[in-house]
């Protein structure tokens, strides 16, 4: 099962870019990266994901390096309400569908 | 559209008892998933199902069981329950099983066994 390498925390300022990295050196050609973001006391929450071409949506971009090695969540306007702990997850096409969920970023934006 | 509803939202049992938690789908969605959360061990899969049948299991041993209905709804049976089954359980569901379909999370039963 590919892994995923995430930094325990990170702090970015309100209204900044918050840029969260991920390494996923043994993802296989067909395997999905995607993120979650999870708030206290809440079930995680689904913000986007990718293949091999970045992708945006109304809530975040997503940054595939070209071999995929690695990947980059971009908020690009940090609010306090984005403070969470973000897991970043590579689908698993082993014939077992499921997320191996590791330890994740906690973001702190700050005032 | 409604999310994913988890009930009940808190649930407290003693050592020894069972017990059962519903999971209803977001609309459409035919695969549902459960999770254990908990502090030590962070966000482990338990299993996943898709059209009434099981098709992953994580690795949670047999006192752990769940079924999934017709209707797509789905509920999760803990037997015997330990205090270390004392978790945050998250049901998700998503519109097909497979890589390219998100997994949309309910908030979640934080059951307490004391």
């Known amino acids: 099962d590919a892994k995923t390498t995430q930094p325990p925390s990170m702090d970015c300022a309100e209204g900044r870019a918050a840029n969260l990295p991920c390494n996923h050196s043994t993802i296989s050609g067909n395997e999905y990266v995607y993120w979650y973001r999870q708030i206290h006391s809440q079930g995680p929450q689904y913000i986007i994901h990718?293949?091999?071409n970045n992708e945006t949506n109304e809530m975040a971009s997503l940054i595939i390096t070209e071999d995929r090695k690695s990947s980059t969540l971009i908020l690009p306007h940090a609010t306090l309400r984005d403070t969470a702990v973000y897991y970043c997850?590579?689908?698993?096409?082993?014939?077992?569908?499921?997320?191996?969920f590791g330890t994740g970023t906690r973001l702190k934006v700050l005032a | 559209k409604a999310g994913v509803t988890q009930t009940p939202r808190y649930l407290i049992k003693t050592r020894g008892q069972q017990v059962t938690l519903s999971c209803s789908p977001i609309s459409g969605h035919r695969s549902v998933s459960w999770y254990q959360q908990t502090p030590g061990q962070g966000l482990q899969f338990l299993f996943e199902y898709f059209s009434e049948t099981q098709r992953n299991k994580g690795n949670f041993p047999g006192r752990f069981s769940g079924r999934q209905f017709s209707n797509s709804r789905s509920e999760m049976n803990v037997s015997t329950l330990e205090l270390g089954d004392s978790a945050l359980y998250l049901c998700?569901?998503?519109?097909?099983?497979?890589?390219?379909?998100?997994?949309?999370f309910g908030n979640g039963t934080r059951l307490t066994v004391t």
């Open positions: 990718g293949l091999k």
């Open positions: 998700a569901s998503s519109l097909e099983t497979g890589v390219n379909s998100p997994l949309h």
């Open positions: 997850i590579v689908s698993n096409t082993s014939g077992t569908y499921k997320y191996i």
